[in-house]
């Protein structure tokens, strides 16, 4: 090649793509200090949904309030944009409660996007990368910077990288394949091979999406409406009141006609055919999918979305389908309200490549290559809170590093994202992951009403807290603390108000029945005081467990153990403890295969030396 | 956390047998060393290099005991590779059961290059080696300070063998009740009722049923009892009632010439000294008499069997055996595997020839014990060999009544957390709270039978339900 002058540009830290991992991680790096770059392929991309048009959920909506906690983006981006909120199991108990939001697509990238623009120590260009530079020192490979399109080059001692569904990508519409990580857009090649070069484990998944509609032809009339809470909550812990008109969305459902289509024509649907290989997630099934496994089914539900204020585009949520074209229009023909809808997209099924995230430390960095970090659908993940989760954790852990500090690993009992990222790194995944509440066995304790008192004061040690939120919160624990003493100090019927709280049929209401002060504490405090006294029996229960859990946790195992020096190790268990190097006996013991005698074996040598 | 600070290579010896009173007595060993230490000690019958063998082998030949004792023959097994319970070279040497001896053999292995093994280090090994699965591993981890490789072995059986089934059945059901509880959090917006009120309350009652039910077996089967159970077993007529009346030493069953004349169980309490028996005479082969080898028979057969700790199995010697006792002769001379008792142990069977004063018998060592309940020629020596064989059969039960205690607790505190769940249930109180109850439970139980992870839950949920919009 000829020589020519290469611009090249120093930064502390990289982020590649800026999507809802990529903008989180370097909205995080930069609120540590790093000089942070956010490259992305389309300035008019960022924080893009390329599916649902929603944030939050079951579980989800319990990471965004954790993600806001720590000073993420998210939640304040859609508490300003979202169209329809709704708290999820609210008649369940509070550990079970999940905001969810209907999003203005358009709105909610605007709104990251001005985040993004307005953060001091960050820098959003457009660029493509190509590839990634590392270079050898000591034995050990690091990261040094990317090359991008167009012959420059940035130099930065950390990279995340947040690709999505864009490495190797090819979409599906039946017969028809399509290079691609999402509709109208390409694929990135570059990274794949850099990626491959570099020694990484590779892997593909699929996922699919589902048609959309034009709202002008729908027939609203024909379904059932779904509208948002009347007291809507917001997700940021900084936002006061959600002003914002809601809007409904609308349900409607499958028959017989349409499954009987499906059946006809399943030897056309890419996942029957045998053009896609991979696999794909459980929980979000194709329709040819739920047609076929579950054929005593007459009828599945579908939801009609609103894809913004702005537009008529509705978003199918439920059909998700890489079924051909025609058969997608004579499906919708049969579909209640939706005879003579419009298609505006058709749904697709999309492969794409992903690491298996073994292949990471707790902290997000990479194994093979120093200061190279992963987030997001790359880890294998599904969902944009479970990947601007990672994102943040990763720009932050990023940032960290080059202070020279301690990096930051959520427990599993601290944080739904802790969860995350232990499943991720020690269990590695074999379907697209997503977060559901049954995978945090410290469920009632990880609370979306908490959040803020999990883990703000985590990332106030950091640096990734402001002041605004410190405050706010230091009010909110005063306060706690003292109606707590007073519902203590204070009783009737011979027992403490806080005794009688206890009781599962009496409520705050009651309360303030005996005690008239009561009535104007803040909601967000009386929340408080009551769940902890409700489950304050099960929740010392859960601690009694954590405790437990905690002595194994305290076993570290060196960085660099050699497990071949247990002999007696079983080949199955010598091999996964190498590839996964779990930092604690605690993680060793939940790696998927590990016996316990594996890890009994591993603590003797550990201990005994001798062994 | 047991002590296993010890190298798992280098071989290491036991005496691996009761240390009183048993005929054969046994000394184990295992390492990589153990041919090079058998052949400074052992000298077999005939020619064998032992360092040639590379099959499991019996081998006879004699060990070398230090003066006076000298010379002194035994039955060496060698699984010279790792086709061995610890999957390392391994031998035993079987010789009479004599605790001198046994010492002196043992001491000699040990001067031979062994090193004394500690406390369930055997078990360790194997346990180490994979040969031991999931669910016996806490049972194993229990008893690691067991004394001997048999009574882990006795306590294997009874815990881990006989409960797996159970166990394992209740944490399936324990699962599948989770994971439709979980699919009721998790996926709210689907249009299924995962699990109506009715039938969680239900299977929490059954399931929480079946861990009580089951602990209380497990009592049963652990501790040792405030007295051992004889049953005295055998064809109508034979004299039995007269055998239980003559070693209670007073008249407590009816007894007449006629066959038959029990009809009912019968339970006699004696001490002998300190030693507690409570006789059962039953009526159990008179009601299947008919037809003498009928299952109904052999159904009765087993189920006095099964609730005894020792069988005396009567004959009559003043007439030639009929086929049901021939069988049960050929049952009892075989192990009996399949006639086990409450405790999962073959159960030990003397075999006792009444009448004698209508015949001339004597007895020999090794013979059936021959009695008389008229003359009372012969009751001393069933006395004494009742206690000889309870004792040895049943010397382990306090080291597994150790394990069982902690088997037991998980138990209980799986059923404790299961009545939780039962009372949230009552009260509505919130199906992630009966959840987060049933999650300990299943945690409990899994420390004895295996544990799950939130995957095992989801497997079951996206296998029954059409989940996902």
Not at chain 1, 271 to 282: K, L, V
Not at chain 1, 358 to 387: C, I, M, S
Not at chain 2, 128 to 144: F, N
Not at chain 2, 279 to 292: F, K, Q, S, Y
Request: hydrophobic share 40%; with cysteine.
């Amino acid at each position: 090649m000829k020589s020519m002058a290469t611009v090249i540009y120093h930064y502390d830290v990289l982020v590649v793509g800026a999507g809802h991992a990529g903008t989180e991680a370097a909205l995080s790096a930069a609120r540590l200090g790093a000089k942070t770059a956010l490259l992305t392929t389309n300035c008019d991309t960022v924080a893009q949904m390329s599916c649902n048009p929603a944030i939050g959920g079951v579980a989800k909506g319990q990471i965004v309030r954790e993600l806001d906690a720590l000073g993420g983006a998210m939640g304040q981006a859609i508490d300003a944009t979202g169209i329809q909120f709704r708290l999820l199991n609210r008649s369940k108990g509070p550990a079970m409660h999940s905001p969810r939001a209907q999003a203005d697509k358009k709105g909610y990238q605007q709104e990251v996007k001005r985040i993004v623009e307005e953060a001091d120590n960050l820098v959003l260009r457009q660029e493509t990368v190509e590839d990634l530079l590392t270079e050898e020192r000591g034995g050990v490979l690091h990261i040094i910077g990317v090359a991008v399109r167009g012959g420059a080059v940035y130099h930065a001692p950390a990279v995340v990288l947040t690709t999505g569904t864009f490495l190797a990508a090819i979409m599906h519409t039946g017969e028809a394949k399509t290079p691609g990580g999402r509709a109208g857009e390409g694929t990135t090649h570059g990274i794949s091979g850099a990626l491959h070069r570099l020694g990484f484990r590779v892997e593909r998944f699929k996922t699919g999406t589902p048609a959309r509609l034009n709202g002008r032809t729908i027939d609203y009339s024909q379904t059932q409406i779904q509208p948002g809470d009347d007291d809507p909550q917001p997700f940021s812990f900084l936002t006061e009141r959600l002003t914002g008109e809601q809007l409904p969305c609308w349900i409607t459902h499958t028959n017989e006609k349409v499954h009987a289509l499906i059946r006809e024509n399943l030897h056309r649907a890419p996942m029957y055919s045998g053009q896609i290989q991979s696999s794909g997630p459980r929980y979000c099934p194709s329709i040819e999918d739920k047609v076929v496994r579950f054929a005593e089914k007459s009828q599945h539900q579908l939801f009609l979305e609103p894809e913004g204020r702005h537009t008529r585009e509705v978003y199918v949520n439920g059909v998700s389908t890489s079924l051909p074209r025609d058969v997608q229009d004579a499906m919708f023909r049969e579909i209640p309200g939706c005879q003579h809808a419009q298609i505006m997209r058709y749904g697709y099924a999309v492969e794409y490549d992903y690491c298996p995230p073994d292949q990471l430390h707790p902290w997000l960095e990479t194994k093979p290559v120093r200061g190279l970090f992963f987030a997001g659908q790359l880890n294998g993940t599904t969902g944009y809170e479970e990947a601007a989760a990672q994102g943040l954790m990763a720009g932050t852990n990023a940032a960290l590093m080059l202070r020279g500090d301690e990096p930051l690993v959520l427990r599993r009992d601290q944080a739904y994202i802790g969860v995350l990222i232990d499943d991720l790194v020690t269990r590695s995944v074999d379907e697209p992951y997503r977060m559901f509440t049954s995978r945090a066995e410290y469920r009632l304790m990880l609370r979306q009403d908490n959040a803020d008192r999990r883990l703000t004061p985590l990332g106030a040690k950091v640096g990734l807290v402001g002041l605004r939120r410190q405050a706010l919160l230091a009010t909110k624990e005063a306060e706690i603390a003292r109606v707590t003493e007073r519902l203590e100090a204070t009783r009737a019927d011979g027992v403490s108000l806080a005794r009688l709280l206890s009781r599962p049929e009496v409520t705050w209401q009651d309360l303030t029945e005996r005690l008239p002060e009561l009535a104007i504490v803040p909601r967000e405090v009386s929340q408080q005081v009551e769940y902890d006294v409700k489950y304050s029996g099960y929740i010392a229960r859960q601690e009694l467990q954590v405790e437990r859990q905690k002595r194994l946790s305290m076993k570290r195992i060196p960085p660099h153990f050699d497990y071949t020096l247990i002999v007696h190790l079983r080949v199955e268990a010598r091999e996964k403890f190498s590839r996964i190097r779990p930092v604690t006996l605690d993680q060793a013991s939940r790696i998927s295969g590990i016996t316990p005698a594996d890890v009994a074996l591993l603590l003797a040598h550990l201990e005994g030396k001798g062994v | 956390m047991p002590r296993m600070m010890y190298p798992l290579d280098d071989t290491i010896a036991a005496i691996a047998s009761a240390q009183s009173g048993a005929a054969r007595g046994i000394v184990r060993m295992s390492g990589s060393h153990v041919v090079d230490c058998l052949r400074r000690c052992f000298v077999p019958d005939d020619y064998v290099t032992l360092s040639e063998i590379r099959i499991p082998t019996a081998i006879r030949g004699t060990v070398r005991l230090p003066a006076p004792l000298g010379a002194l023959a035994c039955e060496l097994m060698l699984w010279p590779t790792s086709q061995s319970y610890t999957r390392q070279p391994s031998a035993e040497l079987h010789t009479m059961g004599s605790a001198p001896l046994l010492e002196a053999m043992l001491a000699t292995v040990c001067a031979a290059g062994a090193r004394l093994a500690e406390p369930g280090e055997f078990t360790l090994r194997a346990f180490l080696a994979g040969r031991l699965d999931l669910t016996q591993a806490e049972a194993v981890l229990g008893v690691i300070d067991a004394h001997n490789q048999r009574e882990l072995d006795v306590a294997l059986s009874q815990l881990a063998g006989g409960l797996a089934g159970p166990l394992d059945l209740i944490r399936n059901q324990l699962l599948d009740l989770l994971a439709h509880l979980e699919a009721g959090l998790d996926f709210v917006e689907e249009d299924i009722e995962f699990i109506s009120a009715a039938q969680l309350q239900s299977q929490l009652d059954a399931a929480s049923s079946a861990v009580r039910r089951t602990a209380e077996q497990m009592i049963g089967r652990s501790e040792t009892p405030d007295a051992w159970r004889v049953a005295l077993v055998g064809w109508p007529n034979v004299g039995k009632s007269s055998l239980l009346n003559a070693l209670a030493g007073e008249t407590a069953a009816l007894v007449s010439p006629a066959a038959g004349t029990t009809r009912d169980y019968l339970r006699r309490r004696v001490a002998w000294k300190n030693f507690h028996v409570e006789l059962i005479d039953t009526a159990g082969i008179e009601l299947a008499a008919n037809d003498p080898v009928s299952s109904s028979a052999q159904a009765m057969t087993s189920e006095q069997w099964r609730l005894s700790h020792l069988v005396l199995l009567c004959l009559d010697a003043s007439r030639p055996q009929n086929p049901w006792e021939e069988q049960q002769l050929s049952l009892a001379a075989r192990g009996a595997a399949s006639l086990c008792n409450l405790s999962a142990v073959p159960v030990p069977v003397i075999i006792v020839r009444t009448k004698a004063d209508l015949v001339a018998v004597t007895n020999d060592l090794g013979e059936p014990i021959a009695v008389s309940s008229i003359t009372g020629a012969g009751l001393d020596e069933l006395k004494q060999s009742i206690q000889s064989v309870l004792t040895e059969r049943y010397a382990d039960m306090s080291v597994v009544a150790g394990t069982a205690a902690r088997c037991r607790e998980s138990l209980r505190l799986a059923a404790t957390s299961l009545e939780h769940a039962q009372q949230a249930a009552s009260l509505r109180l919130g199906e992630e709270l009966i959840a987060a109850d049933v999650r300990t439970a299943l945690d409990e139980i899994g420390k004895v039978a295996g544990q799950i992870y939130t995957d095992d839950v989801l497997d079951r949920i996206f296998s029954r339900f059409c989940i996902g919009k």
